[in-house]
């Protein structure tokens, strides 16, 4: 999540409904129904052609294949969920504020959240949480002696807005942060189609691990005495919460990286990879096989991220998924392909299931909602599901 990646509005550009309610293929007991071409070329059929494999991964177990990435617009009473019908989508990722779900303390506003489980199951979609707190934390969670200082969003909406941000160590901040988890966890850890839950908490902007880090903000985090042993036992929390609170589930990190400020408080190259790393070893050892590995920054545009092939090396020994850094629909040229939103897509698409020394690919890809249901990009995004439905 970089850049412009959300945004006001979704096209309604999907076709009707009662094309897409029998053709949804992400379990593989139903059979692939045939559409006619309208219905292909509206992102409704299940391949091209009406023929062949199903468009959407067939796993029904393990996160897999494409995901719609859903932005919550606090703004309006409800999501809109028309992306999940089309059926070379397998999964729904949502992007929401803690501040928006939990504005009074213990007292959760769940409708947004029943309404994704509720399309979910019948769409037969399976579903990621990408809760944010950080910046986007409610007043109460912050007051009562929390530590905060104020830093200027890094990218995203309102990049450059200045806000309080809590220390990630803080722990008030994150006794309060880990309440709500036991809460979520209560209203929706049995839900069948809840495979994914994004750890989060130490961060920022979203549920990326990455914090402000500007030249001024890195001498902010040493006069607040920033280390990287303070932020790996945070962060090591938060695995423990999660392994306990959501057993059900498997728990996502999305890696961006550490300050590279040294346990002594001075600026040290290299440190926050190192920082990084520990961090996603230590995922592993309490996570064990439901850990996630995920970078949320993927591009074929002229800035690519490094995490991306990091993450990509991970596939085979834990699950996997790339987020598209924007909407190639919208920011084409951010996307690797100016005035040309099919190229862009493709192009980034392919970098993202590029295969790893070992022959492996990435185990789920998100995409931003407007890129699922523009019609330009359908034969790209039938392209990348059919590489899940592939996958070995």
């Not at 002696?145 to 008030?172: H, R, S």
Request: charged content about 20%; some cysteine.
């Amino acid at each position: 999540m970089r850049h412009s990646r959300l945004w006001s509005s979704i096209p309604a550009v999907l076709g009707t409904c009662f094309l897409c309610g029998s053709s949804l293929l992400a379990y593989p007991q139903q059979p692939p129904q045939h559409q006619g071409s309208e219905a292909n070329r509206r992102g409704l059929g299940s391949n091209p052609e009406g023929s062949g494999p199903p468009c959407a991964a067939a796993n029904n177990s393990t996160p897999s294949g494409l995901v719609v990435v859903i932005i919550d617009k606090p703004q309006l009473p409800s999501l809109d969920l028309r992306a999940l019908r089309n059926p070379c989508i397998s999964g729904a990722a949502l992007q929401i504020h803690w501040a928006d779900l939990e504005p009074v303390q213990g007292k959760p506003d769940w409708s947004k959240l029943d309404q994704l489980f509720s399309a979910a199951e019948s769409s037969h979609k399976w579903v990621q949480l990408l809760i944010f707190p950080g910046f986007f934390s409610p007043a109460w969670a912050l007051e009562g002696g929390v530590k905060t200082e104020p830093f200027a969003i890094q990218y995203g909406p309102g990049k450059g807005t200045v806000m309080k941000l809590p220390m990630p160590w803080d722990t008030v901040y994150l006794a309060r942060w880990s309440a709500f988890l036991k809460l979520l966890s209560a209203r929706y850890g049995k839900e069948p189609a809840f495979r994914v839950v994004a750890a989060a908490g130490p961060t920022s902007v979203s549920a990326e691990m990455s914090l402000p880090e500007k030249l001024q903000n890195v001498k902010i985090w040493q006069s607040e005495g920033y280390s990287p042993r303070k932020y790996l036992e945070a962060w090591q929390q938060i695995f423990q919460v999660c392994a306990a609170d959501f057993p059900n589930q498997w728990v996502s990190l999305s890696v961006g990286i550490g300050l590279n400020i040294n346990n002594q408080g001075r600026i040290e190259r290299g440190e926050g990879a190192r920082t990084r790393q520990t961090i996603i070893d230590r995922a592993m050892a309490v996570l064990g096989s439901r850990f996630v590995l995920q970078n949320s920054d993927l591009s074929a545009g002229p800035v690519r991220h490094p995490a991306t092939q990091l993450v990509i090396g991970y596939s085979g020994r834990v699950i996997t998924g790339l987020q598209m850094r924007t909407s190639a629909e919208r920011e084409s040229a951010d996307m690797g392909g100016a005035g040309s939103p099919p190229l862009a897509f493709r192009r980034s698409i392919d970098l993202g299931m590029e295969r790893n020394s070992a022959g492996q690919r990435i185990d789920y890809l998100e995409i931003y909602a407007p890129d699922v249901v523009a019609d330009d990009l359908q034969p790209a995004l039938h392209y990348g599901a059919s590489l899940f439905v592939s996958k070995p």
